[in-house]
């Protein structure tokens, strides 16, 4: 198992690589979590040393208030529906570049930006990466209809279990205003047809499978590699 400062080392060489992808004139989404958080900083740093001109669109609270703490500008979806760009962490990716992502509680808008994007990437270290899919799928769900959700999650196979507030009693609330479910699968054979399937419950806002990935920034040994999506 690696120690921790060598994972921050690894999220930080994944997090600034991408940040070279940002041109100026771009709209660029700006994704949730520690990784990506070092591609926002670079980016600021960018602006500042280079005179780097973009606009971002953050995905939460997070990478809003981190934006405007590093100088970076903000558009919204509304008024930019259409990114060149969207960089974002992720809590799982395998080889073929299926996604989960949610460990943040952001995987709602974090979705509606990666598909708002004619490029979606995601920046990960090696720990991150599988061969097949098995890691918790997060579920954002309206607190009025938590428990059918609960149960038809529970017919697909899944075991959900309320995520709970660290430093708060209750659930974690999202930035939306809702629950989350992380639901435990197992090892996932066909995510799409999954994903599917959970989209079709009424109550269940959004859930943490992504399959629009174009391109994957992978801090492994000492360099970072650049996996692109096979067509
Ligand atoms: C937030 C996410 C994050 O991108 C994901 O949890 C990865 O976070 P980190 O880079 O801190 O490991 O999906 O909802």
Not at 38 to 61: D, Q
Not at 150 to 173: S, T
């Amino acid at each position: 198992m690696k120690d921790a400062s060598a994972n921050q080392s690894a999220k930080k060489a994944a997090g600034e690589a991408a940040a070279d992808l940002v041109e100026s004139g771009m709209v660029v989404g700006l994704g949730t979590g520690s990784t990506v958080a070092w591609t926002i900083k670079r980016l600021g740093e960018r602006t500042r040393e280079e005179g780097l001109e973009f606009l971002g669109v953050p995905t939460s609270f997070q990478a809003e208030s981190l934006a405007i703490e590093c100088g970076i500008r903000l558009t919204t979806l509304n008024q930019h529906p259409v990114l060149d760009l969207a960089i974002d962490g992720a809590d799982q990716v395998d080889h073929r570049l299926y996604v989960i992502k949610g460990g943040g509680a952001a995987h709602t808008r974090e979705k509606v930006v990666a598909c708002s994007a004619q490029q979606f990437v995601v920046v990960a270290d090696e720990s991150k990466y599988a061969k097949h899919l098995s890691h918790p799928v997060p579920v954002e769900v309206l607190p009025f209809a938590l428990r059918p959700v609960e149960r038809q999650l529970q017919e697909l196979g899944g075991k959900p279990v309320l995520r709970l507030g660290k430093m708060k009693d209750g659930p974690v609330i999202t930035d939306n205003g809702n629950f989350v479910l992380d639901v435990d699968y197992g090892r996932i054979e066909e995510p799409v047809e999954l994903g599917a399937r959970m989209s079709r419950i009424p109550g269940l806002v959004e859930h943490g499978i992504f399959e629009n990935l174009d391109e994957l920034y992978l801090a492994r040994g000492s360099g970072v590699e650049r996996i692109k999506r096979k067509s």
